[in-house]
């Protein structure tokens, strides 16, 4: 969507808030012997306390409110009775929707005793998403995105998943453009327009960059078992630096 005036841009605040709060907690509450369905209630219980409904839910009849992937589940891990264990890399991804505006966000957490190698993939991801941030603002090209991630990712020597992207958001959780890619293309030269809500979300992993659909038919996994991270705002283009909608 194009956020065109402050009622708009109030109720995208709003659900973004949430949202971005709902994640916070999840992350915090991450830690050892407890399932992913137990991390999942908690962010559950606040979006409805809130009045929002999970999008994932409400959109795609997603078997949870939330979507919690570990180690190299890259994305859309069902939650469920697996038991986080000490080590795991637990990505968290929340997306809600309150009065016909909806928000996405997500970010990893490594659970104690944490590698060297997780720190260094959690540090990369979500410098990239620093970096995507800073690189976006009116006028300025789609495919600034996914250079800036690309940038980081190679001084890291991280592959992007790319299969993976951020996409458009606002009066719906997948909207245009739905590939914002987190690599250089030039296909990707719509220019970016002021008050144009995205998500941001690079995906980088040791492996190859590519995923496959595990047999639940919605969990995204690494090809070869290498660990995925994930990090990510819902932002409203400005002419300078973006407003991060999912911030708290």
């Given at each position: 969507?194009t956020v065109n005036?402050?009622?708009?841009l109030?109720k995208?605040l709003?659900i973004?808030?949430i949202c971005g709060?709902?994640?916070?907690?999840m992350?915090?509450?991450?830690?050892p012997?407890?399932?992913?369905?137990e991390l999942?209630?908690?962010?559950?219980?606040?979006?409805y306390q809130?009045g929002?409904?999970?999008a994932?839910?409400?959109?795609y009849?997603?078997?949870?409110?939330?979507?919690?992937?570990i180690?190299?589940e890259?994305?859309?891990g069902?939650?469920?009775d697996?038991?986080i264990q000490?080590?795991d890399l637990v990505n968290v991804?929340?997306?809600?929707?309150l009065?016909?505006?909806?928000?996405?966000c997500?970010g990893?957490v490594?659970?104690?005793?944490?590698?060297?190698?997780?720190?260094?993939?959690?540090?990369?991801?979500?410098a990239a998403l620093?970096a995507?941030?800073n690189?976006?603002s009116?006028?300025?090209?789609?495919y600034v995105?996914?250079?800036?991630v690309e940038?980081v990712a190679?001084?890291?020597g991280?592959n992007?998943?790319?299969e993976?992207s951020?996409h458009g958001?606002?009066r719906?959780?997948?909207?245009e453009?739905r590939h914002v890619?987190?690599?250089?293309?030039k296909?990707?030269k719509?220019?970016?327009t002021?008050g144009?809500?995205?998500?941001l979300?690079?995906?980088l992993t040791?492996g190859v960059?590519?995923?496959?659909t595990?047999?639940d038919?919605?969990t995204?996994?690494?090809?070869?078992?290498?660990?995925?991270?994930?990090y990510?705002?819902?932002?409203m283009?400005?002419r300078?630096?973006p407003?991060?909608?999912?911030?708290?």
């Amino acid at each position: 969507m194009t956020v065109n005036n402050e009622k708009q841009l109030s109720k995208l605040l709003r659900i973004g808030k949430i949202c971005g709060t709902a994640l916070k907690m999840m992350q915090e509450a991450v830690r050892p012997g407890m399932t992913t369905a137990e991390l999942n209630d908690i962010g559950a219980r606040y979006l409805y306390q809130h009045g929002a409904r999970p999008a994932p839910i409400l959109m795609y009849n997603f078997p949870g409110a939330t979507c919690i992937s570990i180690n190299d589940e890259a994305a859309h891990g069902i939650p469920g009775d697996r038991v986080i264990q000490p080590g795991d890399l637990v990505n968290v991804d929340v997306s809600a929707e309150l009065d016909g505006y909806f928000a996405d966000c997500g970010g990893s957490v490594a659970v104690p005793p944490i590698s060297v190698e997780d720190k260094q993939l959690c540090d990369y991801t979500l410098a990239a998403l620093d970096a995507a941030i800073n690189a976006v603002s009116a006028n300025h090209p789609l495919y600034v995105i996914g250079q800036a991630v690309e940038s980081v990712a190679r001084k890291g020597g991280y592959n992007i998943i790319r299969e993976l992207s951020g996409h458009g958001v606002g009066r719906s959780l997948h909207e245009e453009p739905r590939h914002v890619p987190n690599f250089f293309s030039k296909r990707a030269k719509q220019p970016l327009t002021e008050g144009m809500v995205l998500t941001l979300e690079p995906f980088l992993t040791r492996g190859v960059g590519k995923v496959v659909t595990a047999d639940d038919g919605w969990t995204l996994k690494t090809i070869n078992g290498s660990r995925a991270c994930q990090y990510e705002h819902t932002v409203m283009i400005t002419r300078g630096k973006p407003l991060l909608v999912t911030a708290v």
